[in-house]
């Protein structure tokens, strides 16, 4: 079946502007993560959904960062205000259960100019 | 603080040879332990995991060690291929109630020369 997809792939975007990043879970899996790549940071985590909630948020670096997810399916990361150090990929992650083995999507590259 | 701790950061390995990258951790509340490939512009793949439970598992060429005491665990891949080369992570996560993240090593990245 097909995999985690993401959209967009690039982002390009300038400082101050809103984006919003979006994640299609695999088929049935749900529990769903967020993480961010960065060269100085490396892989971290920023949140996590159990269906349609969010009981692990810890990891959003600030309150500008906000995510949701419907229907138990695709979720939104949402980022305002952007600044240059959001600059990243960001990689969406999708597992059966919470327990479960976690499967990547191929990210979306965000560059804030 | 970097909860798994990866070396080398970067490794170059004759091709049939094996390569070995090694991973240590701190935390004893973790209780699984993948391994992803990254090739550039893709998204980590899941290679093969392991749980504290047992000491070793192999899927083909790749084989996990783990050593619980030691806190620590590593990747080999033996017989190593030019389509090997890529950036390889470590990782570990924790059950328990709470989000089952997982905490990644800094990557390394694997040159399989022909």
């Known amino acids: 079946g097909a995999g985690v997809s993401q959209s967009p792939s690039n982002k390009v975007t300038e400082k101050g502007k809103d984006v919003e990043l979006r994640c299609d879970p695999i088929s049935g899996h749900t529990a769903l993560y967020w993480y961010r790549q960065s060269l100085g940071q490396g892989l971290e985590f920023l949140i996590y959904?159990?269906?349609?909630?969010?009981?692990?948020k810890s990891g959003l670096p600030s309150d500008r960062f906000s995510a949701e997810r419907t229907g138990g399916s695709v979720s939104t990361l949402t980022i305002q205000r952007t600044q240059q150090e959001d600059s990243a990929v960001y990689l969406c992650?999708?597992?059966?259960?919470?327990?479960?083995?976690?499967?990547f999507g191929p990210g979306t590259r965000l560059t804030v100019l | 603080q970097q909860q798994v701790k990866q070396s080398p950061q970067s490794l170059i390995v004759q091709k049939g040879g094996i390569s070995i990258i090694n991973c240590a951790y701190e935390?004893?509340?973790?209780?699984?332990f993948p391994w992803y490939q990254q090739f550039p512009g893709k998204g980590p793949a899941l290679l093969i995991a392991?749980?504290?439970?047992?000491s070793e598992k192999k899927e083909g060429r790749f084989t996990i060690s783990f050593n619980k005491s030691a806190k620590q665990f590593s990747l080999h891949i033996m017989d190593s291929q030019p389509g090997d080369s890529a950036t390889y992570f470590c990782a570990a996560s924790s059950g328990g109630t709470g989000a089952n993240n997982l905490f990644f090593g800094t990557g390394t990245r694997l040159t399989v020369i022909p």
């Open positions: 935390n004893t509340a973790f209780d699984y």
């Open positions: 392991i749980r504290p439970d047992v």
């Open positions: 992650a999708s597992s059966l259960a919470r327990r479960s083995a976690q499967y």
């Open positions: 959904f159990q269906g349609n909630s969010a009981p692990d």
